[in-house]
Antibody
Framework: EVQLVQSGAEVKKPGESLKISCKASGYSFTTYWIGWVRQMPGKGLEWMGNIYPGDSDTRYSPSFQGQVTISADKSISTAFLQWSSLKASDTAMYHC???????????????WGQGTLVTVSS | DIQMTQSPSSLSASVGDRVTITCRASRGISNNLAWFQQKPGKAPKSLIYAASTLQSGVPSKFSGSGSGTDFTLTIGSLQPEDFATYYCQQYNSYPYTFGQGTKLEIK
């Protein structure tokens, strides 16, 4: 059974750093892309970026490029999303999701993690 | 970026009704469109990919259609568990973009 289990809720202060995780099981971690999606309170879904754990190829949304870092550790089948200096506007739920490749080479989300709530407040 | 516009933004319906949600892309995306269902406080659930292919385990009362710029999600015979927010998303090109969501409420 495919599962993506995300790390627990975090409460941080502005300027602090943070790394949240998404642990995969039930499939070959290195052969599927993983994506991250932000959902601000009461708002819709925003794609942040994807990573291919097999070779760490990473694609970012221009809106998030330079604001976050996406990484993966093959040895523990885990993808990460990190911030070096959080802002109050980073307060949101963050979802990871697996991506499947179509015959044409495009990627679509299939399985999702449960979400990690990040609260940034002084 | 490709803009995805859903209509309506909200919809009231009764148990047993059939409803249709529309999603329009600002330029052609072939059939690289997915639909998701999200309930309050929960992660999104993948319903449909390739515009019309049901994800594994999704009941056949959900159906999708369209290609190019215009797409629809139809839900037949609404049950209480179907009342949720629905999103479309294009994955034809980066950056991936989502529609703003359609909140389906019980009348």
């Amino acid at each position: 059974e495919v599962q993506l289990v995300q790390s627990g809720a975090e409460v941080k202060k502005p300027g602090e750093s943070l790394k949240i995780s998404c642990k995969a099981s039930g499939y070959s971690f290195t052969t599927y892309w993983i994506g991250w999606v932000r959902q601000m309170p009461g708002k819709g879904l925003e794609w942040m970026g994807n990573i291919y754990p097999g070779d760490s190829d990473t694609r970012y949304s221009p809106s998030f490029q330079g604001q976050v870092t996406i990484s993966a550790d093959k040895s523990i089948s885990t993808a990460f999303l990190q911030w070096s200096s959080l802002k109050a506007s980073d307060t949101a739920m963050y979802h990871c999701a697996r991506l499947r490749r179509t015959v044409a080479g495009t990627l679509f989300f299939d399985y999702w993690g449960q979400g990690t709530l990040v609260t940034v407040s002084s | 970026d490709i803009q995805m516009t859903q209509s309506p933004s909200s919809l009231s319906a009764s148990v047993g009704d059939r409803v249709t949600i529309t999603c329009r892309a600002s330029r052609g995306i072939s059939n690289n469109l997915a639909w998701f269902q999200q309930k309050p406080g929960k992660a999104p659930k993948s319903l449909i990919y390739a515009a019309s292919t049901l994800q594994s385990g999704v009941p056949s009362k959900f159906s999708g259609s369209g290609s190019g710029t215009d797409f629809t999600l139809t839900i037949g015979s609404l049950q209480p568990e179907d009342f949720a927010t629905y999103y479309c998303q294009q994955y034809n090109s980066y950056p991936y973009t989502f529609g703003q969501g359609t909140k389906l409420e019980i009348k």
